[in-house]
């Protein structure tokens, strides 16, 4: 395949959100069939102590067979929160007299600590 036909499938259509420290892209992609399936992708900054930084991260492939109960499934979890929790952010980093400084100890032992007992290693071969 040339890297004109790569691109071109690489450039069907896409979509950005930015959320703070983490940016989703969802891009729609082509088989080789010449048939559409959806990326999605989570992309979260980390800063290194000497100032630099880098990014990880994870994708999603979502296939057309899987889109009603993927969106009926997320669509069930997301009403459940809202009716739980309601939808008032309440971590602490979204709220509006957070001091990030007062606060970057503690955020990055949570994190670590979250990070260490959610860890998955899991790796996906590119399509």
């Given at each position: 395949?040339?890297?004109?036909?790569?691109?071109?499938?690489e450039?069907?259509?896409?979509?950005?959100?930015?959320?703070?420290?983490?940016?989703?892209?969802?891009?729609?992609?082509?088989?080789?069939?010449?048939?559409?399936?959806?990326?999605?992708?989570?992309?979260?900054?980390?800063?290194?102590?000497?100032?630099?930084?880098?990014?990880?991260?994870?994708?999603?492939?979502?296939?057309?067979?899987?889109?009603?109960e993927?969106?009926?499934?997320?669509?069930?979890?997301?009403?459940?929160?809202?009716?739980?929790?309601?939808?008032?952010?309440?971590?602490?980093?979204?709220?509006?007299?957070?001091?990030?400084?007062a606060?970057?100890?503690?955020?990055?032992?949570?994190?670590?600590?979250?990070?260490?007992?959610?860890?998955?290693?899991?790796?996906?071969?590119?399509?």
């Amino acid at each position: 395949m040339s890297d004109r036909d790569y691109k071109d499938q690489e450039d069907i259509f896409s979509k950005v959100v930015r959320a703070g420290r983490r940016t989703y892209f969802f891009d729609v992609r082509s088989t080789k069939a010449d048939d559409y399936y959806l990326t999605i992708t989570e992309s979260k900054k980390f800063t290194n102590d000497d100032g630099s930084f880098h990014f990880k991260k994870h994708k999603i492939y979502l296939y057309k067979e899987d889109f009603a109960e993927f969106e009926s499934t997320l669509a069930e979890m997301t009403q459940f929160i809202i009716k739980e929790k309601g939808d008032t952010v309440i971590s602490e980093r979204h709220q509006a007299d957070y001091n990030p400084a007062a606060h970057a100890t503690e955020t990055v032992q949570t994190e670590t600590t979250e990070a260490a007992q959610s860890f998955t290693d899991v790796s996906f071969d590119d399509i």
